[in-house]
């Protein structure tokens, strides 16, 4: 089977896991910082560390590889929604938080691959 399709069947996952869960978060949280996405991005970011010492050790097949971080986990993160949610924070003066925004991604995001991995 093409790896195009194993990314096509993993982005169903991930998109779809991305909706749900950045929404319920944004529906939980409220005011005009982007909890939905920085969550998605900070979890994609704890997983892909955890799964890649898993996939390290048990040598996963290349076609589930490409399914799961290119296709699952690459719809699931949204770094160009975090792109985007930043310059709208900036536009609407909001440094401080735009700026805590990028710190916090950045940051939080290296912290958790570097855990998930160290965990497995």
Same mark, same amino acid.
């Given at each position: 089977?093409?790896?195009?399709?194993?990314?096509?069947?993993?982005?169903?996952?991930?998109?779809?896991?991305?909706?749900?869960?950045?929404?319920?978060?944004?529906?939980?949280?409220?005011?005009?910082?982007?909890?939905?996405?920085?969550?998605?991005?900070?979890?994609?970011?704890?997983?892909?560390?955890?799964?890649? +010492? !898993? =996939?390290?050790?048990?040598?996963?097949?290349?076609?589930?590889?490409? @399914?799961?971080? *290119?296709? /699952?986990?690459? $719809?699931?993160?949204?770094?160009?929604?975090?792109?985007?949610?930043?310059?709208?924070?900036?536009?609407?003066?909001?440094? +401080? !938080? =735009?700026?805590?925004?990028?710190?916090?991604?950045?940051?939080?995001? @290296?912290?958790? *691959?570097? /855990?998930?991995? $160290?965990?497995?």
């Amino acid at each position: 089977m093409p790896s195009l399709v194993y990314v096509a069947l993993g982005a169903v996952f991930g998109a779809s896991g991305r909706y749900l869960v950045a929404g319920w978060v944004s529906r939980a949280a409220s005011g005009v910082f982007p909890w939905g996405t920085l969550c998605v991005n900070l979890i994609g970011c704890f997983v892909i560390g955890a799964a890649w +010492g !898993l =996939a390290e050790r048990s040598l996963w097949p290349p076609a589930f590889r490409t @399914f799961f971080f *290119v296709g /699952l986990l690459g $719809s699931f993160t949204t770094f160009s929604s975090f792109g985007l949610e930043t310059l709208h924070l900036l536009r609407d003066g909001e440094l +401080g !938080l =735009a700026a805590g925004y990028v710190l916090g991604s950045n940051l939080l995001g @290296f912290l958790l *691959v570097w /855990l998930g991995l $160290s965990l497995t």
